[in-house]
């Protein structure tokens, strides 16, 4: 497995508290991708970054911020979580050629996020 | 807009016996196609890619630009390939990437 952790692996909140996830990588790669894994819809693409403070959002972007101050760390941030953002959470990494084209994207272990 | 189709949510079939798990895309340049697959309690991994051409564990997939497939086929299943797995596309030099909304296989013994 690429070097890929996230943080919580299980979490349970309540409906209008903050919650943050942590996605960490040791690979050095340059674009970082969170996203939403639901039933019948696969992963839906939530935010991504091309760089440290460098971010964009995805198809699923509302309700949700991003932050990437250095090139290892990625957190994706729930500012008032909503029973709707219950989910299976998806950090995956990836890196392009010389050419600018982008590889295999890497993903880590995931995040459940219950929020009640 | 570009989008995935995978018009199957379950697919069972018995060991031994051939297996395709189809996959339609929607985009107008020159796609990337991907099937990722993911275990149970495991992480998504990359099965294949199309430009590679290549068949891991015995699975291979061509892109069909005609009918704007990418099918995913193998003819003998195992039980071990039970899982869940995803197509995808990647267009704009792979700066955006789609997923299919997934198909779970299951091999019967």
């Known amino acids: 497995d690429a070097g890929i952790t996230q943080s919580p692996r299980h979490k349970v909140t309540e409906t209008g508290t903050p919650v943050t996830l942590r996605c960490h990588q040791t690979?050095?790669?340059?674009?970082m991708y969170w996203y939403r894994q639901d039933p019948g819809h696969g992963l839906r693409l939530i935010h991504y970054?091309?760089?440290?403070?460098?971010?964009d959002k995805g198809e699923v972007s509302d309700g949700y911020s991003v932050s990437r101050s250095k090139t290892e760390d990625f957190l994706l941030t729930l500012e008032s979580a909503t029973s709707s953002q219950t989910s299976v959470y998806f950090c995956?990494?990836?890196?392009?050629?010389?050419?600018?084209?982008?590889?295999?994207?890497?993903f880590g272990p995931g995040t459940r996020l219950t929020v009640t | 807009a570009q989008r995935v189709t995978q018009p199957e949510k379950l697919l069972s079939v018995f060991k031994g016996a051939p297996v395709e798990l189809k996959c339609n895309y929607s985009?107008?340049?020159?796609?990337?196609l991907f099937w990722y697959v993911q275990y149970s309690r495991q992480r998504l991994q990359l099965l294949l890619r199309?430009?590679s051409r290549e068949s891991i564990k015995g699975f291979t997939a061509d892109l069909n630009k005609g009918e704007t497939s990418f099918h995913l086929k193998k003819p003998f299943a195992q039980e071990e390939d039970s899982a869940m797995y995803y197509c995808?596309?990647?267009?704009?030099?792979?700066?955006?990437?789609?997923f299919g909304p997934g198909t779970r296989l299951s091999v019967l013994p």
């Open positions: 995956a990494i990836s890196e392009s050629n010389q050419e600018g084209s982008l590889y295999e994207q890497y």
């Open positions: 690979e050095n790669h340059r674009y």
């Open positions: 970054s091309y760089g440290v403070k460098d971010t």
């Open positions: 985009y107008s340049g020159s796609p990337e």
């Open positions: 199309h430009i």
């Open positions: 995808a596309l990647s267009y704009n030099y792979g700066q955006n990437i789609v």
